[in-house]
């Protein structure tokens, strides 16, 4: 595992966690993705996320509008145009 690699900006893939996940043969009690919502989803149907679908919160942190996500639950924490908390 080589986080020097890991960035965001410009969507974000958010499959590979879930991979890893499902290569580990782990299935979470909870599964939290800080995330600003810019980025493919995988399917529900993948890596296992269908054994535990409704224990993801996505943690979105955005200026503005986003899409939500397929499954489990969401907040949003909002921040001004210069990353500030709102």
């Known amino acids: 595992l080589n986080?020097?690699?890991w960035q965001g900006g410009g969507g974000t893939?958010?499959?590979?966690?879930f991979a890893?996940?499902?290569d580990q043969k782990i299935v979470p009690?909870?599964?939290?993705y800080f995330t600003d919502m810019e980025g493919p989803f995988p399917s529900v149907?993948?890596?296992g996320i269908n054994k535990y679908k409704d224990k993801v919160l996505w943690f979105v942190i955005t200026p503005g509008?986003?899409?939500k996500p397929?499954?489990?639950?969401?907040i949003q924490i909002p921040i001004?145009?210069?990353?500030?908390?709102?």
């Open 3 to 5: 986080l020097d690699k």
């Open 13 to 17: 893939a958010f499959s590979p966690p």
């Open 20 to 22: 890893w996940l499902a």
């Open 29 to 32: 009690t909870a599964f939290i």
């Open 45 to 47: 149907n993948s890596f």
């Open 65 to 67: 509008g986003y899409k």
């Open 70 to 74: 397929p499954f489990g639950k969401h």
């Open 80 to 86: 001004d145009e210069n990353g500030n908390f709102v």
